[in-house]
Each structure stands twice: as C-alpha cells, then as structure tokens.
C-alpha cells in the first residue's frame, strides 16, 4: 500500500500570499490530520477531517483552513502569510480518527520570505 | 487536559550503549501512548505504541511500557546503533479537551539523539 504523500515538498512564498497543501492519505483511510511543526513551538495540532468534514480543530488563526474530499484528500490553505508561519506541515492518516494509530506523510516545507 | 513531557536533549551515545528517553503524561482517560521517530528531512515514523496500561510496545530493539501508575512510557534501548540517530516524539491519543469524543495527538517537544561509531 502506498504511503500518506504529501505535495509540494517544498514551498517558498513571500508574506502576503496564500498557500494550498494537499495530502493524499493511505488508501481506505478516511481520517486526515494536520500538523505544523516548527523549533519553537513543536508540533502543534491544526485539525482533522473525516468524511469531509471538519470534526476538530487546534488554537489556530483562521487564516488557517482547510477541506476534504469525497477520495478523502485533503488539502490545507493559508491566507495572508506571515513570517512566523514558515514551517513544516505535516499530514496523518488513519481508518477512524486519531484515536487510532496515525501515518505521516514526509511533509510540505513551507518558507515564508 | 492532556500534555506530554520528555525529557530535553539533545542525548550523545558512542554505539551499543544503553538508551533511555523519559516520557511522561497527563491525559483525560485512558489515552494510547505512542513513540514517533523523524529522520532528518523526512515526517514522523511510528515506532512503537501501547494501547493499555502495561503494555509493552516493541519494534527494532526499541521497547517501552505504558506505567498507569506513574503516568510514564519510557522509550529503552539495550545498544544503540549510529543508524538510530534521530529525532524522537512521545505522544499520546487521548480525547479532546472539554469532553468531546474526538481525539487528537498529543506531542512531546522531542528529543534529539545522535550515535557516535
């Protein structure tokens, strides 16, 4: 079975702009998770999507949002980047929900310039 | 409500040493305990889990019990290979604040371990 992939890998951007990451899970999985990971302040819940909707959610601004599709992709937005949102984000997968055990994805680096 | 506590690292070990990395938690319930293991560049790999209280979660050498009674997983090693140099999370699954049923992972900060030949 193929693993969570996650794309772009790579992504700079200048402050301002918007930003859509898309995370395609585990085949038949139906939950998808979001993390951002940086130095400071690890990692840190965004939120989590089963059947495309939108069941929890992390102490996240709303610039940040997010959706999910009938295949269960995902994908996440950001609006009005700012600096401080340079980081790694990454996607987890599992059948039901993070109560489960979860698959990462390698991640998407975004730099914010 | 629910946190994860490891200890700081980073930790330095010349190899087939012997490797622990303290886990600690609070949590609403009964939560899974899980141990993540990130290479350089790359996302979180499970390494192991334990679904209840003393259960020992195993994989690649790497143990850890899930202690009910003093809220730990601690993450053990007999002999660390240089290969095992990475960064390592204790997390933990648990219910969301407030009640709800959903869950969500919990995260330690991680602990930076590097392996010396």
């Known amino acids: 079975k193929a693993g969570v992939t996650q794309t772009p890998r790579y992504l700079i951007k200048t402050r301002g702009q918007q930003v859509t990451l898309s995370c395609s899970p585990i085949?038949?999985?139906?939950?998808v998770s979001w993390y951002q990971q940086t130095p400071g302040q690890g990692l840190q819940f965004l939120f989590e999507?089963?059947?495309?909707?939108?069941?929890n959610k992390g102490n996240f601004p709303g610039r940040f949002s997010g959706r999910q599709f009938s295949n269960s992709r995902s994908e996440m937005n950001v609006s009005t980047l700012e600096l401080g949102d340079s980081a790694l984000y990454l996607c987890?997968?599992?059948?039901?929900?993070?109560?489960?055990?979860?698959?990462f994805g390698p991640g998407t680096r975004l730099l914010v310039l | 409500g629910n946190s994860v506590t490891q200890m700081e690292g980073p930790v330095t070990l010349s190899e087939e040493a012997f490797l622990t990395i303290n886990c600690t938690y609070t949590?609403?319930?009964?939560?899974?305990l899980f141990w993540y293991v990130q290479y350089p560049g790359e996302g979180l790999q499970l390494l192991l889990k334990?679904?209840?209280?003393?259960d020992k979660g195993s994989n690649k050498g790497f143990e850890a019990t899930y202690r009910k009674e003093t809220t730990s997983f601690h993450l053990e090693k007999g002999s660390v290979q240089v290969s095992d140099s990475a960064v390592y999370f204790c997390?933990?699954?648990?219910?969301?604040?407030?009640?709800?049923?959903?869950?969500?992972?919990?995260f330690g900060r991680g602990t930076q371990l590097t392996v010396w030949p």
């Open positions: 334990a679904t209840k209280a003393d």
């Open positions: 997390a933990l699954s648990a219910l969301a604040d407030r009640g709800s049923t959903l869950g969500r992972l919990y």
């Open positions: 987890a997968s599992s059948q039901q929900g993070p109560q489960e055990t979860q698959y």
């Open positions: 999507y089963f059947s495309e909707t939108q069941r």
């Open positions: 949590a609403t319930g009964y939560p899974s």
């Open positions: 085949s038949g999985h139906r939950s």
